[in-house]
């Protein structure tokens, strides 16, 4: 599957589809910020594998992906770390506080979209393989250095 079809799912939600009520209740609106967070993480995770960078699928992965951006050398990279930790943290609102009404409304949901739209592009973008290489040299130098891992 491609996680960007989770993207996908998320701006029918918020744009709705004619003569549907998508995007109009409070399920739709948390919905949609799932699925951005969710896009978002996923389309990271294969960047990196394809780099041959390790991710373990364990709870703390999620935590590794944003370092590993954080921590690649790239500035672009570096920038949307900080946007996926955001993604994550209003995914964690939508579907886990439910007294928070903030993530039901449409204009939450566009911003995250967006937001979302944003890191699916610059990493869609680091195609170059010498960039590429940087990125992953980067990355596999914090993992040695600085967590310790193989």
Excluded: W
Excluded at 38 to 62: C, E, G, K, Q
Excluded at 85 to 91: I, P
Excluded at 103 to 132: G, L, M, N, P
């Amino acid at each position: 599957m491609d996680p960007r079809d989770f993207y996908q799912q998320a701006e029918e939600l918020a744009h709705g589809k004619p003569g549907a009520d998508y995007g109009k209740r409070a399920v739709d609106c948390r919905t949609a910020i799932s699925r951005v967070y969710y896009a978002s993480y996923n389309v990271a995770v294969l960047f990196l594998t394809s780099m041959n960078i390790p991710i373990t699928r364990r709870a703390d992965s999620h935590t590794d992906v944003q370092r590993y951006l954080k921590n690649s050398g790239d500035p672009e990279l570096i920038g949307i770390s900080a946007d996926l930790n955001q993604l994550r943290t209003s995914r964690n609102h939508a579907d886990y506080d439910l007294d928070r009404t903030d993530v039901e409304t449409r204009e939450s949901v566009c911003f995250h979209v967006s937001k979302a739209r944003a890191v699916i592009q610059v990493i869609d973008s680091c195609t170059s393989q010498s960039r590429r290489s940087r990125i992953a040299a980067s990355i596999l130098t914090y993992r040695k250095d600085v967590l310790r891992l193989p």
